[in-house]
């Protein structure tokens, strides 16, 4: 297809605008006129660029900044949480309530009633399956000792912010603790009278142990709400730790009684824990 020839007009029409762009160009340069307008579009260039960088740039900095500035917010809760629940496991060591603030074997160089030297590792909870210990006759965590030296822990006992949870039974990567409340354990236990003993088993479900003698044998009435401690025989835990209360009682027949007794600690209240061998 043949191209068409430019018309004389077309022809006249690019002349012209040549002429006058030389013409422009050439009074530019003789008497700077356009100067002012030069400088209005460097500064609509550079205005325009930043006012793009506000609208762009600016908002997904303030949202990285943001999000780094929660992090370290979580960071510093999850640092302050730790040191406040390790204030409440020392404060637990030292309560006046319990064997742990006299005895020379747990705490050593009371150089004043608030300065204590704590003869105890941290542990962090590693795993431990909830529905099983609602529901499940085996109740076991496991966990993470970070203070571990070359202490052997098997037959450690384990703490909480509200009292003891169980001992240690196995050494491998992590630590396995087997709960107070797992069928298979036994906590020897007395009321404050030291004149009641029983080894109370675990009941399989959160919480609660049970305590079961035989009325005949044992005669005075025991009431809901008294108040058990660890018997210290055993040698697992000390003696005089207060573990629970009484909830319920159930007389079974005329040889057997089971006494109920809810635990003051729960392992699921918190992630970290004393480790302790006594």
Avoid at 61 to 75: A, D, G, H, R
Avoid at 142 to 171: A, C
Avoid at 211 to 216: A, D, F, V
Avoid at 231 to 257: A, M, N, R
């Amino acid at each position: 297809m043949a191209r068409a020839a430019p018309t004389p007009g077309q022809k006249l029409s690019f002349i012209f605008f040549i002429i006058l762009s030389s013409l422009i160009l050439y009074i530019d340069i003789t008497t700077n006129n356009f100067q002012s307008i030069k400088n209005g579009f460097k500064s609509f260039k550079i205005s325009s660029f930043y006012i793009a960088k506000e609208i762009s740039v600016e908002p997904l900095k303030s949202i990285f900044n943001l999000s780094k500035s929660k992090s370290q917010l979580v960071e510093e809760n999850k640092d302050l949480r730790e040191a406040l629940e390790l204030s409440y496991l020392n404060n637990y060591l030292i309560s006046k309530e319990n064997i742990f603030f006299k005895d020379k074997e747990i705490i050593k160089k009371a150089h004043n009633e608030n300065n204590y030297k704590f003869e105890y590792d941290i542990a962090y909870l590693k795993s431990i399956d909830p529905n099983m210990y609602k529901c499940c006759d085996k109740h076991r965590m496991f966990i993470d000792i970070k203070q571990n030296s070359d202490n052997l822990y098997v037959e450690s006992i384990v703490f909480n912010t509200e009292g003891l949870v169980g001992q240690i039974i196995d050494e491998s990567k992590f630590y396995e603790v087997l709960l107070l409340t797992d069928i298979s354990h036994s906590l020897p236990i007395k009321l404050n009278s030291s004149e009641f003993f029983c080894n109370a088993k675990g009941s399989g479900r959160s919480e609660y142990i049970i305590c079961t003698y035989n009325p005949l044998i044992w005669t005075k009435e025991i009431k809901e709400n008294q108040t058990f401690y660890t018997s210290g025989l055993g040698g697992i835990y000390p003696k005089d730790i207060e573990v629970g209360y009484v909830s319920s009682i159930e007389v079974v027949d005329s040889t057997q009684t089971n006494i109920e007794i809810k635990l003051l600690a729960n392992p699921l209240n918190g992630n970290m824990f004393g480790v302790l061998r006594y």
